[in-house]
């Protein structure tokens, strides 16, 4: 499994696609937190806190995410290299496992700069270090579990094609349903004496809990359970192709 890690994080950093959605990722960020006029703007605030990035950071990692898992499988496939992978010495279990596994750790480096954010912030703030630390590590906590429910997404999708763009596209579109379509679908009438029920289902209730700084056990037992059956279906996939199944 170390290989597989390994190999996935040194093939995205070996690429310029890796670092211009990195770096696109971090000039949003930048942009609307510290040079674009309105709410999201930390000098226009009045106030010490980075609430900015985890309103906007959701948004971005629809698209981010997405481009670092979309050539794990269809990369691949597209290579002619799955087959020889499935004939190596490794389980379902550990080949998916590295290849998400080493796209959160990606995440996790393209929002290592934002705590500059946070530090910049806490010098500005009146007192200095006038910024609630908890809550701050907290939503930091909740977009990290975020970014790896859309990077368990993103395995799946890559799994469905052999083209890297169609694999974007797949679970750009899943990630968005997971993350605001069960809010859309509590918000329909004929769900309304079950309209919380229908809203929990989905990824943002959960994220906007953490981001509050509450880390809550069921919380963190919904975004568990969300990336294993993400996982679970990407294992399923993988073990009909190498049955012979389920081409695309």
Excluded at 74 to 85: D, I, P, S
Excluded at 172 to 200: H, R, T
């Amino acid at each position: 499994m170390f290989f597989i890690f390994k190999k996935e994080v040194a093939s995205f950093f070996s690429s310029l696609t890796g670092y211009i959605a990195v770096g696109v990722f971090l000039l949003l960020c930048s942009w609307f937190l510290w040079l674009s006029p309105g709410e999201l703007n930390v000098l226009s605030a009045g106030y010490a806190n980075i609430d900015g990035l985890f309103f906007i950071a959701p948004w971005l990692f629809l698209f981010l995410a997405p481009a670092i898992t979309m050539r794990s499988f269809a990369e691949e496939r597209k290579a002619g290299t799955m087959e020889m992978l499935l004939t190596h010495p490794l389980t379902e279990v550990q080949l998916i496992a590295g290849k998400f596994l080493a796209a959160v750790t990606v995440v996790a480096v393209s929002l290592l700069p934002t705590l500059l954010y946070f530090y910049t912030v806490s010098d500005l703030g009146n007192p200095v270090g006038n910024i609630d630390s908890g809550a701050t590590w907290g939503a930091l906590i909740g977009l990290l579990l975020l970014a790896a429910c859309y990077a368990a997404v993103g395995i799946f999708a890559s799994l469905l094609t052999d083209s890297q763009l169609v694999a974007f596209l797949l679970a750009a579109a899943m990630c968005f349903f997971i993350y605001l379509g069960f809010d859309g679908l509590a918000a329909l009438p004929y769900v309304k004496n079950i309209n919380s029920v229908v809203a929990n289902l989905g990824v943002s209730q959960h994220y906007k809990s953490i981001s509050r700084g509450v880390v809550d056990l069921r919380d963190m037992a919904y975004f568990a359970g969300v990336i294993a059956v993400f996982l679970a279906a990407a294992r399923l996939k993988l073990r009909a192709r190498a049955w012979g199944r389920w081409k695309f």
